[in-house]
């Protein structure tokens, strides 16, 4: 578990610098705030086709090949988002980029596979943890080598910063990662793709909790791709603040997910929590929407990433368990190419919203789409509680 933490960790290092960057490199080729939030959707779009394939590989030939392929992916992708001449080159990349994006789901049923039940919350907490870390050092490094300036950004060197980072990733799971599926394992049945996603998502109690994520994933995405346009419209920002506050959110849910995670889990369950998590989302965003001063915006991002820091562990440790111990990549793929809808048409919503309704409308609407989320998973908790 360590080296899956530090190779997850790495990895997404890389995929946060390049977030502070994107808005800014769309807008360098005359994108709009509609074609800015495409460019950000366009990695997911791509991600959406390749993510239940790439789980349901992983749970035939291993966690390790579908890591390795994944991380080489990422490298090849960034240097192609370095020399982009244009906006249609930077889509692919991004696209490129998404369509290699492997490395979550994988991770997720590495622990699934390492884990008993009981601590499999705790587990996912692990790997949200290095997503969070990810997002603090990512984003404030990429910020740092892109600049302050809107008008003078530098986009080839946090470009090739993500993948050098990619490629350590790629060494260290080559060199350090073993294998978590058992060998002596009979394979698990081939079922064409769409099967596959039929059976989960009509298999009743995993089903309504990708349901949840998709929902809670789409509200964050559309927040987190207009940000950029919101911010140097209110304070004047750049690259580099936007990644000082992506940075900070990170800090507050790595900290959560490594430290707390667990002991809340047990005290409360991970419905519970989850219920909670989404209405300190709904909270946070409200409170961007509303913002004045920095302080203000500041005490909204810490709202954010505790909600996201509860959230998504206890989502995914309940996918998880919903799974059988030999369609784990199945399901958690499954569950990944529904997030990456949600980060397709997220952004496209919020895109939409930012240009026709005003520059806080993508927060106002997100709030609003969450609570009735969070409403229901209440609903969920109390059912569990009464079955026990």
């Known amino acids: 578990m360590p080296t899956l933490f530090l190779i997850v960790f790495v990895d997404l290092v890389g995929f946060g610098i390049v977030i502070p960057l994107l808005p800014f490199y769309a807008e360098h080729f005359g994108a709009g705030p509609e074609v800015v939030t495409m460019v950000m959707a366009s ?68 622990v699934a596979d390492v884990t008993p039940p009981e601590r499999r919350a705790q587990g996912m907490g692990l790997i949200g943890a290095a997503f969070g870390l990810g997002f603090i050092l990512g984003p404030a490094i990429g910020g740092l080598l892109a600049g302050h300036d809107p008008a003078n950004v530098d986009f080839m060197a946090p470009a090739l910063a993500a993948a050098a980072l990619s490629a350590v990733a790629f060494l260290g799971t080559v060199l350090l990662l073993r294998e978590s599926l058992d060998p002596n394992a009979p394979p698990p049945p081939r079922i064409a793709r769409i099967v596959a996603v039929r059976r989960v998502l009509t298999g009743g109690g995993v089903a309504r909790f990708i349901l949840i994520g998709f929902a809670t994933i789409a509200v964050f995405a559309g927040m987190e791709t207009t940000f950029a346009l919101w911010s140097s419209r209110t304070f004047g920002w750049g690259p580099a603040q936007n990644g000082y506050l992506f940075a900070f959110v990170g800090v507050i849910g790595a900290i959560l997910q490594g430290a707390a995670i667990g002991p809340l889990t047990r005290r409360f ?52 368990r919903g799974a059988g111990p030999a369609d784990q990549g199945m399901v958690l793929g499954v569950n990944q190419s529904a997030g990456s809808l949600a980060r397709v048409l997220g952004p496209l919503a919020a895109g939409v919203a930012f240009a ?9 609407l997100g709030a609003i789409a969450i609570l009735p989320v969070a409403l229901i998973v209440l609903a969920i908790a109390r059912e569990a509680g009464r079955r026990r």
Do not use: C
């Open 43 to 110: 990695y997911s779009l791509a991600q959406l086709v390749t993510a239940p394939l790439w789980g349901r590989l992983s749970d035939r030939i291993g966690r390790r090949p579908v890591l390795m392929a994944s991380m080489a992916g990422s490298v090849v992708s960034y240097l192609l988002l370095a020399w982009a001449p244009s906006l249609a080159i930077l889509i692919v990349a991004r696209f490129a980029a998404g369509a290699m994006a492997g490395n979550i789901a994988a991770a997720q049923a590495y």
């Open 269 to 320: 369950g991970e419905a519970r929590l989850l219920a909670a998590g989404l209405l300190l989302i709904a909270a946070g965003l409200l409170g961007i929407a509303a913002t004045t001063t920095v302080v203000m915006l500041f005490a909204s991002a810490a709202l954010l990433g505790l909600g996201f820091g509860m959230a998504n562990p206890s989502l995914a440790a309940l996918v998880s």
């Open 356 to 364: 026709h309704l005003g520059k806080s409308a993508p927060f106002l």
